[in-house]
């Protein structure tokens, strides 16, 4: 069965759930035009350091696409999460593509890959802490929510 969206009307509300997350893939995406700098004479600790960065990136982009659809489309969390993971792995998808037309870079399947679990860890971070907070931590994250518009 294919994922149906309705498609929310674009309202200033949603833009602002929608705003960090396009701020975050645009910055992912000035780095990725970059050329590559070598961050330590050792190529183990410079791949190590590289790689966490791949993967903490797309953590944070799961998260932030997963707060921007719960916040905007009335959808199960099943199928938000899905809709997050495939956004998340789409993008990192065309991230690497990107870089293969950047002088000096590559785009490889293996940091395709990295991006996908790092936003599978966020997002089973999401789903196993964040839904089961004890009441006054999630008392406080709806005030914060509710501050923004929601």
Partial sequence: ?????NAAPMTLRNLVYWLPTIAWMGLIFILSGRQ????????????????TAHLLEYAVLATLIYHSLKNTHPLSQDKIFTLAFTLTLLYAISDETHQLYVPHRTGTVRDIFIDAIGGYIA??????????????????????NNFFGK
């Fill in 1 to 5: 069965m294919l994922l149906q969206l």
């Fill in 36 to 51: 590559t700098v070598q961050t330590t004479e050792f190529y183990l600790a410079d791949f190590i350091l590289k790689k």
């Fill in 123 to 144: 997002l089973y971070c999401i789903s196993t802490y964040h839904l089961k907070l004890p009441g006054d931590l999630k008392t406080l994250l709806k005030r914060i």
